[in-house]
């Protein structure tokens, strides 16, 4: 059973609970987050080459399990070192995504927008003075509209950004001097 206080984000999940915003990287999320974001932006032509890629990689374990059965290890060994590294360089990957985990205390939470485009959240907070901005990515607006009800629901406010953070050219100097000028 799904647990439904989480969010699912691009690359994970979101939990708020026990005081804390959690964003939890799951290998599974990263890839699956990283092959949906590749294949929804990609021409016909790179959805064919990343299909001709499946294939060959099939080829390549079949490649290396009928030559292991045939062989000696002087015919297999180049596959088996070949394999070996590919998966090392994964597991590498894989690793460091697992280690991008976020925790965040709700008392150090100054503020929370959510970014134009409706699919960012961007948190900003200070635990030892120091103000840090993280940016959450979601799948779908509807992930970021459940993550601000729950952040709201905790007690954190959350705003919406405009798209051009400029302020207007006209007059900008006057409202600047007179103290009324957005901060940027």
């Known amino acids: 059973m799904r647990d439904q206080r989480r969010v699912r984000t691009e690359r994970g999940a979101l939990s708020v609970r026990d005081g804390r915003l959690r964003v939890r990287t ?13 294949w929804r932006r990609a021409s016909a032509i790179r959805r064919a080459l990343f299909l001709l890629s499946l294939l060959s990689t099939g ?15 002087d015919e297999w060994l180049p596959y088996a070192l ?10 590498g990957f894989l690793g460091d995504a697992r280690r991008r985990n976020v925790t965040i205390p709700l008392r150090t939470i100054s503020r929370v927008e959510r970014s134009a485009d409706g ?21 779908s607006d509807s992930g970021v509209e459940k993550a601000a009800e729950r952040l709201r629901w905790k ?6 950004t405009s798209s051009d953070r400029r302020p207007a050219a006209e007059g900008y100097r006057e409202r600047l001097r007179e103290g009324t000028a957005p901060e940027e």
Do not use: C, N
């Not at 070996?84 to 597991?91: P, T």
């Not at 007690?155 to 919406?160: A, I, L, M, P, Q």
């Open 59 to 73: 080829w390549g374990f079949y490649g290396l399990a009928s030559t292991a059965m045939r062989g000696g290890p």
């Open 119 to 139: 699919s960012t959240l961007r948190v900003v907070h200070a635990e030892d003075g120091d103000a840090e901005t993280t940016d959450i990515e979601f799948v």
């Open 82 to 91: 070949l394999w070996g590294g590919f998966a090392f360089v994964v597991l």
């Open 26 to 38: 799951t290998p599974r999320s990263v890839l699956g987050g990283i092959r949906l974001q590749k």
């Open 155 to 160: 007690g954190v406010r959350v705003s919406e």
